[in-house]
């Protein structure tokens, strides 16, 4: 899977919510960003643990952070959205076949934290967006399998 | 369980009566709306409780109703359809609501669970359909559910900003048996404000040589008539209203000046270029007021204040932000300008926008000694009095009655500002008129938005609605020529619009009519309107080329305003 292309600014400021109303609020949530014209860059959803039937949901917002905090107050007007927040950062997280020192190293020079799940098996690597996107881009290598995540703010507790 | 409102035992019930239930202890007492297949069981459940019922003929009516009833008593207005072609119809006057800040609830049948997904007869998605200009929708699938959705879309409605809430309701669901009622109140109300912001903005308002003021229907909204004129006359403050802003000050008010933007006064567009302080409460800085905004108020700090915090720095950047409730943060101010007198220089600054509002005044007044629309709206007033409330619809006509209507009941204005809704007026007008029986509605409006809903008049004659209807017809849809007219190098490109003879239309009712021609007698004629038991309906045939002025081109700033006297 080859990378995507970097984002034009590097203003990307990260926004993570909790929801609650299943299907119909990331409905509502899309519909949102595409009235309010909000430059998403990138949007995450997945569960937020088991336990719950709540959604967390990470999006990028490519424009300066007091805009985006703007946003994230009209987004949190919404019914569905329990929690908002600006985050301080964001992490993106890829996984990878095929590990060893080349690779190891590679991440290491971009900021790039890996964990091999075995000597030479499948590599989880974490980072900010932006350096995973650069040492992604990086790798010049068509044949390894790439699953990227999608950045997350945290981990979250096993969703 | 005891029922708050009736005080009698919960029995097990069905949905529709929870539905029913809900709105009785919400203190709803009119609704407006159509019934259809996928809505039966509540009508047929209807009957039972003591909620008036009006039945329109459209089911846009049903939700511009509603909406007119919300807007003029400030409580929630609801609207009731069934699903598909019934819950579409719905649409126009959800985003009517949505773009003013209007708190509806509009309540919709849908097709069975089962049936659900699989292109049932008159199945639609109207959660999805209206996802963008709704405040919130639910569809309720849990018939337990029903009762504390049904009170918690009212809650929605009207907290914080208003808006529309759509709960579509599975015709199964209604006829299911539901025992329970939980409802607990999710949000609280929100509480007084203190903070720095309450004090800069006192400052800035002390230390401002040429402030204005600039209200919108926020100040309406949360009832701040009183403390937007304590402030006004407390800092010697002229005060400007946007479109919905108007009537929330009074109009023979020395202190109010107008309005401004795309087809407001000259004088006040020139004073806000002017301003060096803009204290705006309530209100968004639309692009029909800002036009260009870089622009806009070049000399101005601003203070903006807003209940929506997400309205902040939308469009213009405030010096000092506040986001709470109109009311609540004029108090807040106010109690940082109790020792204020108006700072030197705002004598000589309303000086100066009286002196530039004469050559307007002159115009007014010669235009008030000729016929026509100026002449309408001056004859309307003293016939109807201080009372009268005020429906418009959209287009000229809209900004003849803003602009020449003397307001001075407070919330008697009534229009569709965001949207922009042709066909608004009518029906609105009947919702106006059940929330206020025995005080003088009249309607304004075109001769291409008044044949929008015109099948009202039925509604009207079947409730007796005392409103009368004045016409400015002009055969032309008449905003859109004077575009074309100025734009369009004269192209009259499908703007000529014919219409029935409403004389004759109007006795095909029941209701009274007249043809009022050039030259004719406006004054007699309203007279005449006035004095008709129930609604009446006038004709004004006026100049067809007439133009409305000043006029900002779309994008552009006060530096490129068009006047009448062609500066």
Partial sequence: MAPRTAPASATLTPIEMRLGGGMLAINRLVMTFMNKRMPVASFTVGRDGWRTGALRATILLDCPEETARRYATLLGGLEDVEEIEVAEGTLEVALLDGGGDALRESAGAAGIKTHETEPGG?????????????????????????????????????? | MQNTAYNVEYKPRTGSEAMCEALLDEGVEHLFGYPGGAIMPFYDALPDYPLKHILVRHEQAAAHAADGYA?????????????????TNLVTGLATAQMDSVPLVAVTGQVGRPAMGKDSFQETNVTGMTLPFTKHSFLVEDPDELYPTMRRAFEIARSGRPGPVLVDVPKDVQFAACEHNGYRRLREAPQPLEGPAFEAAATLLRKAKRP???????????????????????????????????????????????????????????????????????????????????KFAPNAKVV?????????????????????????????????????????????????????QEPEKRRE????????????????????????????????????????????????????????????????????????????????????????????????????????????????????????????NRRYSETPITGPDYEQFAASYGLAGRTINPGEDIEEAVGWAQEQEGCAILDFHIDPEANVYPMIPSGMSVHEMIEEDGA
Wanted: net charge negative.
């Fill in chain 1, 122 to 159: 499948a590599v989880v690597a974490s980072g900010d967006p932006e350096s995973m996107e650069g040492w992604l881009g990086s790798l010049e290598d068509g044949e390894r399998d790439i699953i990227r995540l999608g950045p997350v703010v945290r981990p979250g507790d096993g969703g």
């Fill in chain 2, 71 to 87: 807007r003029a008593t400030g409580r929630v207005g609801v609207c009731v359809a069934t699903s598909g072609p019934g819950a």
């Fill in chain 2, 212 to 294: 204005l003021i600039l209200a919108g229907h926020g100040v309406t909204l949360s009832g701040a008539e009183m403390e937007l004129r304590l402030l006004a006359e407390r800092t010697g403050t002229p005060v400007v209203t946007t479109l919905l802003g108007i009537s929330a000050f009074p109009e023979d008010h020395p202190l109010y000046i107008g309005w401004p933007g795309m087809h407001g006064a000259a004088s006040v567009n020139r004073a806000i270029d002017r301003s060096d302080l803009l204290f705006a409460v309530g209100m968004r800085f639309d692009d029909r007021i800002t036009g260009a905004v870089e």
């Fill in chain 2, 304 to 356: 903006h204040i807003d209940v929506d915090p997400s309205e902040l720095g939308k469009v213009v950047r405030p010096t000092v932000g506040i986001a709470a409730d109109a009311r609540g943060a004029i108090r807040g101010i106010l109690a940082h300008l109790e020792e204020a007198e108006e700072s030197d220089g705002c004598a000589e600054w309303r000086a100066e926008i009286v002196k530039s």
């Fill in chain 2, 365 to 488: 007044a010669d235009a008030k000694g000729e016929y026509g629309p100026i002449r309408i709206m001056a004859a309307i007033k003293a016939a109807a009095g201080e009372e009268v409330r005020l429906v418009t619809d959209v287009g000229q006509h809209q900004m003849w009655a803003a602009k020449f209507f003397e307001f001075t009941k407070k919330n008697s204005h009534i229009t569709s500002g965001g949207l922009g809704t042709m066909g608004f007026a009518l029906p609105a007008a009947m919702g106006v008129a059940f929330a206020y029986p025995d005080e003088p509605v009249w309607v304004v409006a075109g001769d291409g938005g008044i044949q929008m809903n015109l099948q009202e008049l039925a509604t009207i004659r079947d409730f007796g609605l005392n409103i009368k209807v004045a016409i400015l017809n002009n055969g032309y849809l008449g905003m859109v020529r004077q575009w074309q007219q100025f734009f369009h």
